[in-house]
């Protein structure tokens, strides 16, 4: 079973995309001189990658379960996301931390580019099970 999962797994080319995600947004700052704005990439790349690990996760769990039972996971995993998401989003304003308006940016561009990640590993994942959903 772990040999499987490792095979079939999604960690190594998540951790792999998601460190050339994180290094590219570093980069960019770096390039346009925007060293200041480090935390606000960090925390964004952090955030979204530790929430789009989790969700795989569950969802990874939910593969072994009836249509009804992996569907109900699935949408489930993004309520709970969003309201973590939201949470997260609304300590960091209250706690006047980081600029809000780099940070709200950034976290949605590596949040979108973790989701389409994570969309394609669980359309692969799909393909790999014998799960039909019509």
Do not use: C
């Amino acid at each position: 079973m772990i040999k499987e999962f490792i095979r079939r797994s999604f960690l190594l080319p998540f951790l792999g995309i998601g460190i050339v995600f994180g290094l590219a947004g570093l980069l960019v700052l770096f390039l346009f001189g925007e060293q200041e704005k480090t935390a606000e990439v960090l925390v964004s790349w952090i955030l979204s990658f530790i929430l789009i690990l989790f969700a795989y996760l569950v969802n990874y769990w939910g593969f072994s379960k009836s249509n009804k039972a992996f569907l109900s996971v699935l949408l489930g995993g993004m309520i709970v996301r969003m309201i973590i998401f939201i949470g997260v989003i609304i300590w960091i304003y209250q706690a006047k931390y980081l600029h809000m308006l780099t940070f709200l940016i950034i976290l949605t561009i590596y949040y979108f580019l973790f989701q389409t990640v994570e969309i394609f590993l669980i359309k692969r994942q799909l393909k790999l099970s014998d799960k039909k959903i019509r």
